[in-house]
Nanobody, 122 residues
Framework: QVQLVESGGGLVQAGGSLRLSCAAS????????MGWLRQAPGKEREFVAA????????YNVDSVKGRFTISRDNAKNTVYLQMNSLKPEDTAVYYC???????????????WGQGTQVTVSS
């Protein structure tokens, strides 16, 4: 089992920044890639970013490239999502997730957290 706890969401004006954190625990943690998914009201959950646990290879959806950066601290079992130049369309509940990189990019992770709300005002 993998447990994921997100933090760092909130309300920010367009153009602002937020950093999300995800504390992960579990005996098989190193077997999974970590990532972030998001779900806006009335929309399907979508992939945002992922990072492999060993090599640190990262993946991002096109809409956040150049603005969002995913990183991880293996010693702390924590994954971060630095979000810059936020736009109103980034408003969503953001979920930390764990799984294969393929599963994360398809939006079907093995595990996910409770989510944290990010609201970007115009």
């Amino acid at each position: 089992q993998v447990q994921l706890v997100e933090s760092g969401g909130g309300l920010v004006q367009a153009g602002g920044s937020l950093r999300l954190s995800c504390a992960a625990s579990g005996r098989t943690l190193s077997s999974y890639a970590m990532g972030w998914l998001r779900q806006a009201p009335g929309k399907e959950r979508e992939f945002v970013a992922a990072i492999s646990w060993s090599e640190g290879t990262t993946y991002n959806v096109d809409s956040v490239k150049g603005r969002f950066t995913i990183s991880r601290d293996n010693a702390k079992n924590t994954v971060y999502l630095q979000m810059n130049s936020l736009k109103p369309e980034d408003t969503a509940v953001y979920y930390c997730a764990a799984g294969t990189t393929s599963a994360l990019r398809r939006g079907v992770p093995n595990y996910w957290g409770q989510g944290t709300q990010v609201t970007v005002s115009s």
